[in-house]
């Protein structure tokens, strides 16, 4: 059970599946409808999939939102909103902004911190102690009105990536974007080709691009899931992130690619 490498990229490319254009349909789908979680699932830490007592996730004023205005602690009640499709080759597009204050007791790192899980592990799947989900993170952070945090960078919770012909095993890789302070709200798109390559983009621009996502064996909870030795990761569930930031999506639109 080795992980994928080059060669299998080439591999890939010699079949065509990673070589060849990809032509895309135009129009843009809303994954939610403004109103109600409909077609959406939460998963909290230490709670059983589809319970969230304290409306983390809630939608108001149109506005798809990260609220922590119900908790005293953040208490590592890290979240994920499931939408209810495995999904392959598409694109998702999103717009939106960190607001407000951090949950107290939430970690440093979570400051201004989200994040859009692609190829997910089907939701029923995770333990319920689990705080991420196996999947591969198109991370989105805010900025601290100081220095320079980009943000569409990708982190591998369970998994592993290939970057400029390189298997990555690191936890996150930056993007190029630029930094985005306060509370402004910003584009972001990430086009997904199966277990090919992957774009993160903000405002139209790309700004990081991968390929090859892949299960990344010595992880416990990854190696729960490997089926007859393969590793390579071609469809998935998508979840939105909550990490003791508050934050709100805008819009959440998908493209099915062809």
């Known amino acids: 059970m080795r992980p994928i490498v080059p060669l299998a990229g080439a591999i890939l490319l010699a079949i065509g599946i990673a070589a ?9 789908t809303p994954l ?7 077609g959406w699932t939460p ?35 890290f979240g994920h ?51 991420f989900p196996v999947s591969i993170e198109a991370q989105l952070l805010g900025g601290d009105g100081r220095g320079e945090r980009p943000t569409a960078n990708v982190c591998t919770p ?10 990555i095993t690191q936890h996150c890789s930056n993007s190029r974007s630029k930094t985005y302070h306060g509370d402004q709200w910003v584009t972001a798109e990430i086009e997904v080709h199966g277990g090919g390559r992957i774009v993160h983009r903000i405002n ?11 299960l990344d064996p010595t992880d416990a909870d990854a190696a729960r899931l490997v089926r007859a030795n393969k590793l390579l990761l071609e469809e998935g ?8 930031h508050p934050v709100e999506f805008k819009s959440v639109e998908l493209r099915m690619l062809r």
């Open 32 to 38: 939610f409808n403004g109103k109600d979680l409909t």
């Open 43 to 77: 998963k909290i830490k230490g709670l059983p999939l589809g319970q969230d007592p304290k409306r983390t996730f809630r939608v108001e004023n149109g506005v798809l939102k990260v609220s922590y205005s119900a908790y005293d602690q953040f208490d590592g009640a």
């Open 237 to 244: 569930y998508i979840a939105l992130q909550a990490e003791s």
């Open 20 to 28: 060849q254009p990809v032509q895309r349909r135009t129009t843009w």
């Open 158 to 167: 369970g998994t592993n990536i290939v970057m400029d012909g390189k298997l």
């Open 81 to 131: 909103l499931y939408y209810r499709r495995k999904l392959s080759r598409y694109a998702i597009r999103t717009v939106y902004r960190f607001v407000g204050e951090q949950c107290p007791g939430g970690p440093g790192w979570a400051f201004r911190n989200s994040g859009i899980m692609l190829h997910c592990q089907p939701p029923a799947t995770m333990r319920v102690d689990q705080d």
């Open 204 to 214: 139209g621009e790309d700004v990081l691009e991968y390929e090859q996502p892949q």
